[in-house]
């Protein structure tokens, strides 16, 4: 069963905002979240209880999982000089 994705409101307006090729780029990768949550080459965030990282390129998702509603719940698209801030 796949898992739901949603995005925090300010996720939707980084995306939005981000160039056509960034967005080309992690269009797919965050399709396959829906699939799989844990795809390879994500990383656990440390200092968080449940924040993951995907990259696509110089851009990175941060998102949580929550496994018992399988839901992944993005919390910031951005370029990978400021996503950590």
Known sequence: ???LVT???SARRELRDLPAD???RLLPKIRELARDPRPAGCKKLHGYKN??????GDYRVVYSIDDTNE???????AHRKEVYE
């Not at 839901?71 to 698209?77: A, E, G, L, N, Q």
């Open 1 to 3: 069963m796949p898992y």
């Open 71 to 77: 839901s992944v719940d993005i919390t910031r698209i």
């Open 22 to 24: 960034a967005i080309t």
């Open 7 to 9: 995005f925090a409101a």
């Open 51 to 56: 924040r993951w990282r995907i990259r696509a």
